[in-house]
């Protein structure tokens, strides 16, 4: 497997800006993103809740046809 280190920059929304040319042409490729949390960002639970819930990549759950368990399904966790 081929490693490709990209630096970049967020914009002032977050957003990702990436300007580089892999090299490769229609092939799935995986993007792999670590944060430097050495600068004591505040990338804390809230926060990464908050970006989820607004992400795009979970709006299937918003289909009814995923709501397929209820509060009475399951047992209680005891500790």
């Known amino acids: 497997m081929k490693a490709i280190?990209?630096?970049?920059k967020t914009d002032k929304d977050g957003r990702v800006l990436i300007d580089h040319d892999t090299g490769?042409?229609?092939?799935k490729i995986r993007v792999l993103i670590l944060v430097d949390e050495?600068?004591?960002s505040e990338?804390?639970?809230?926060?990464?809740l908050e970006?989820?819930?607004k992400s795009p990549s979970f709006d299937f759950l918003k289909d009814e046809d995923q709501d397929i368990y209820t509060l009475n399904d399951g047992e209680p966790i005891e500790d």
Do not use: Y
């Not at 280190?5 to 970049?8: A, G, V």
């Not at 990338?43 to 990464?48: G, H, Q």
């Open 5 to 8: 280190e990209l630096h970049s």
């Open 43 to 48: 990338l804390n639970d809230k926060n990464w």
């Open 51 to 53: 970006d989820v819930v």
């Open 24 to 27: 490769f042409e229609n092939k």
């Open 38 to 40: 050495s600068d004591n």
